[in-house]
């Protein structure tokens, strides 16, 4: 059984210009100790999701139907009070930008120490040692200074580690990590995903990662679920996905990423932009940038059907293409 596992979940934003289609309709599961990977551009209904698990969509955003099973228990129908006792405690987050979720006023220690003694009772002494084991844990040198310090004494790379710090502090069974490599230079992205996989495999946790890099999927990823225009439209090992890609947009989202094995002047792009999702395309939300569309593809919406034992997609002509 799926640990966490999302049914035909519809989370939209209610504006003064339309309805924003943020999220229509998905469904996918997250297994006990593996790492999901969530890919898809800009605008794809990402972080959205992510939210929706954790019902903490903001206004205007509403979840307006579908389940969501946490060890088989509906989320969606528990009180605020009761999802407050799980956030942090079963399901963390650890967001895109640390710089703007750390609060710029309070130490990192009194910071941390807000969580811990939000779901365990345990006295302060107990609550320190904890602090202080966490911040080695995700690599912070000399932790028993930075507890006193402010995020804004710290660097890029150390405010990311103290954002996985906090949301590794009452040890959930599922951590979402949102772009957590984003703003950071190139050698510290490779420290802090080494670091992601390396917690992993010691705390054996089961993490969704949000991102639109290729590279980070293939790189940290167990299984992938590729989102376009607020809904799936493939789910694969990393392994099947990279090598045998079925979906259009999954075969243009890799043919557009940098490779040592091509030649030069065969970097492709994808035509157009992402939808405007108060007034989506009809049917297939790709078509307009398919360069397999059919007049069918304008038409019908395509359902993710399985294609493989664990291979899922959402195309109308996926037997026509890819059998």
Known sequence: MDLLRIENLKTYFYTEAGVVQAVDEITFGVREGETLGLVGESGSG?????????????????????????RGEDLLEKSEREM?????????????????????VFTIGSQLTEIVRQHQKIDRKEVNDRI??????????????????????????????????????????????????????????????????????KLNMSIVLVTHDMGVIADMSKRVVVMYAGRICE???????????????????????????????????IPGNIPNLISPPSGCRFHPRCRYAQPICEKEIPRLQQMESDHYLACLRANELFS
């Open 132 to 201: 202080v084991d966490l911040l080695r844990l995700v690599g912070i040198p000399d932790p028993e200074t930075r507890i006193a310090q402010y995020p804004h004494e710290l660097s890029g790379g150390m405010r990311q580690r103290v954002a996985l710090a906090r949301a590794l502090c009452c040890n959930p069974s599922l951590i979402f990590l949102d772009e957590p490599t984003t703003n950071l230079d190139v050698t510290i992205q490779a420290q802090i995903l080494e670091l992601i996989a390396s917690l992993q495999r």
């Open 84 to 104: 407050a006792a799980i956030r942090g405690k079963e399901m963390a987050i650890a967001f895109q930008d640390p710089t703007s979720s750390l609060n710029p």
């Open 235 to 269: 789910t694969a090992s990393v392994t099947d996905l990279f090598r045998n890609p079925k979906h259009p947009y999954t075969e243009a989202l890799l043919a557009s990423v940098p490779r040592l094995d091509r030649g030069k002047g065969e970097l492709l792009v």
């Open 46 to 70: 990402k972080t959205v999701t992510v939210l929706s698990a954790l019902r903490i969509v903001p206004r205007p955003g509403r979840i307006v139907s579908g389940r969501i099973l946490f």
